[in-house]
């Protein structure tokens, strides 16, 4: 777990345990494909709780600009951090062997109305780096070039499985 890069980071990808890392990580490396400075931390909202708000309160000042949370069960980490901030907060449900990741989903995506999480599937945290670079994007005409790119690349990528097919 890592700070990408020498500019402040625009984006926080946080967890609730160093356990999340497996599934977060896919996040940080869309990060870093895209070039967007990020750091990760663990943050949890069970075991320090005081943490987490401190990070969720400081986290515009400090020059970040999207959060991403990641938790497993009883996932409170990405509402508690949007109820600190008004940063835009992607929610990533961790799978859990227990109820393979239902009770991180349910309790991320069901988020009262004044405070809402961008909610992505089960373990996709690919979706959610992509999403935090989408946002960022709004502002920055490199990034929406690099998308543009990346859904050209997948669009050949989808394109060439046909050909494999013999279509
Ligand atoms: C949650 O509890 C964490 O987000 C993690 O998914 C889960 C288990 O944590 P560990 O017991 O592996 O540290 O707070």
């Given at each position: 777990m890592a700070t990408s890069t020498k500019?402040?980071?625009?984006?926080g990808v946080i967890m609730?345990?160093?356990?999340d890392w497996p599934t977060l990580r896919a996040a940080a490396e869309v990060l870093e494909e895209f070039g967007v400075p990020y750091e990760a931390r663990v943050v949890s909202?069970?075991?320090t709780p005081l943490d987490m708000a401190r990070y969720g309160r400081r986290a515009e000042a400090r020059g970040l600009r999207v959060i991403i949370a990641g938790a497993g069960g009883a996932a409170h980490l990405p509402g508690m951090v949007a109820s600190h901030t008004v940063l835009p907060v992607i929610g990533v449900p961790v799978m859990t062997q227990a109820l393979h990741g239902l009770d991180s989903l349910l309790s991320i995506v069901q988020?009262?109305?004044g405070v809402p999480v961008a909610t992505v599937a089960i373990g996709n945290a690919r979706n959610a780096g992509l999403l935090a670079v989408q946002i960022l994007a709004v502002e920055d005409d490199r990034l929406r070039a690099r998308l543009h790119d990346y859904r050209a690349r997948l669009a050949r990528e989808s394109r060439a499985k046909n050909r494999s097919l013999g279509a």
């Open positions: 500019a402040g980071p625009l984006v609730g345990s160093d356990s909202a069970h075991r988020m009262p109305a």
